[in-house]
């Protein structure tokens, strides 16, 4: 085990907390490593909600280029941040213990959202499920790292700010107020660590193997395949939930308009053992009842 493991990661507190997470992992089994942080578009543009900028892989495209120029060995992504096509030459190695996939509310005050509101995310999926639910309300954007995020939030006069769960939880920031919104349907992969390899890196790839946990595989890539499908390439509101519960697993798709009126639902129970191919015929069912419009008009809406 000679060789350093070189871990790419971005530099927010978040990221490093992931890298040292896997960093530690591998220590344990008898490998070495170094981190190596760099800063990716999307941490440095944060003056525009993420779909206006047009680059898929917005978090991640800086890492993949370090690693096919020869800079770092793996990269350790949050999942859902990942494009459902991985660039030529680079491949999942591990998905890592999943967290919470819960969107939480972090109120400013006592509100109440039955009365005109403001609410901030920088998520198309968590603005249409708000709107869809509070229609009254207004939504604005919310953009940066975790932290300035809840600075952002404090300073503000809106009445609460959409999170995930996880990520404050990581890095020990989870305010005692807020409220679990289990009526909104997280990101495809919300909650989960990726590690990300060159494909002829035969020592990176069998090192990081070992840190899969099957089950949080299994369970994104049902959720992945569903986004996949649904997406083509295009920003939208989705979100997708599979879960395992004994040999079965559970899934849970969403589509809906960017102003929240539209909601196209898709829930489905298959044997754990044939979960290839799961996410991707819930998908086409989704389209083929009015999916396919919806997303013709959300590609258009934001082009």
Request: hydrophobic share 40%; proline share 4%; charged share 20%.
């Given at each position: 085990?000679?060789?350093?493991?070189?871990?790419?990661?971005?530099d927010?507190?978040?990221?490093?907390?992931q890298?040292?997470?896997?960093?530690?992992?591998?220590e344990?089994?008898?490998?070495?490593?170094?981190?190596?942080?760099v800063?990716s578009?999307?941490?440095?543009?944060l003056?525009?909600?993420?779909?206006?900028?047009?680059i898929?892989g917005?978090?991640?495209?800086?890492?993949?280029?370090?690693?096919?120029?020869?800079s770092?060995?793996?990269?350790?992504?949050?999942?859902?941040?990942?494009?459902?096509l991985?660039?030529k030459?680079i491949?999942q190695?591990?998905?890592?213990?999943?967290?919470?996939?819960?969107?939480?509310?972090i109120?400013?005050?006592?509100?109440n959202f039955d009365?005109?509101c403001?609410?901030?995310?920088g998520?198309l999926?968590r603005k249409?499920?708000?709107?869809?639910?509070?229609?009254?309300?207004?939504?604005?954007?919310?953009?940066?790292n975790v932290?300035?995020?809840?600075?952002?939030?404090?300073?503000s006069?809106?009445?609460g700010?959409?999170?995930?769960?996880?990520?404050l939880e990581?890095i020990?920031?989870?305010?005692e107020?807020?409220?679990?919104l289990?009526?909104?349907?997280?990101?495809?992969a919300?909650?989960?660590?990726?590690?990300?390899?060159?494909?002829h890196?035969?020592?990176?790839?069998?090192?990081?193997?070992?840190?899969?946990v099957?089950?949080?595989?299994?369970?994104t890539?049902?959720?992945?395949?569903?986004?996949?499908?649904?997406?083509?390439?295009?920003?939208a509101?989705i979100?997708?939930?599979?879960?395992?519960?004994?040999?079965?697993i559970?899934?849970?798709?969403?589509?809906?308009?960017?102003?929240?009126?539209?909601?196209?639902?898709?829930?489905a129970?298959i044997a754990?053992?044939?979960?290839?191919?799961?996410?991707?015929a819930c998908?086409?069912?989704?389209?083929?009842?009015?999916?396919a419009?919806?997303?013709?008009?959300?590609k258009?809406?934001?082009?």
């Amino acid at each position: 085990m000679s060789k350093i493991i070189r871990i790419g990661t971005r530099d927010s507190e978040l990221a490093l907390w992931q890298a040292n997470t896997v960093k530690n992992q591998l220590e344990a089994l008898g490998y070495q490593t170094e981190l190596v942080p760099v800063k990716s578009t999307g941490d440095l543009i944060l003056d525009k909600p993420l779909y206006e900028l047009g680059i898929t892989g917005i978090f991640t495209k800086t890492l993949d280029v370090a690693m096919l120029s020869g800079s770092v060995d793996i990269a350790v992504h949050s999942m859902k941040d990942v494009p459902t096509l991985l660039p030529k030459g680079i491949v999942q190695t591990a998905v890592l213990e999943r967290a919470s996939s819960n969107d939480i509310l972090i109120p400013n005050g006592t509100p109440n959202f039955d009365n005109p509101c403001t609410i901030a995310t920088g998520s198309l999926r968590r603005k249409a499920q708000w709107l869809h639910r509070y229609p009254n309300n207004t939504v604005v954007g919310l953009r940066g790292n975790v932290n300035t995020r809840l600075k952002k939030l404090k300073e503000s006069n809106w009445s609460g700010a959409i999170f995930a769960q996880a990520g404050l939880e990581r890095i020990n920031v989870l305010p005692e107020k807020y409220t679990t919104l289990d009526w909104m349907a997280p990101a495809p992969a919300q909650g989960a660590m990726v590690v990300v390899a060159l494909e002829h890196d035969t020592f990176s790839r069998e090192a990081t193997a070992q840190l899969n946990v099957k089950n949080a595989e299994i369970c994104t890539h049902v959720e992945r395949e569903f986004l996949r499908v649904l997406e083509g390439g295009c920003t939208a509101p989705i979100g997708a939930i599979a879960q395992v519960s004994g040999d079965k697993i559970h899934f849970k798709g969403v589509l809906f308009s960017l102003d929240g009126q539209t909601k196209l639902a898709k829930e489905a129970s298959i044997a754990l053992d044939t979960y290839v191919g799961f996410g991707s015929a819930c998908a086409k069912e989704l389209l083929e009842q009015g999916g396919a419009s919806l997303m013709e008009s959300i590609k258009k809406a934001l082009q």
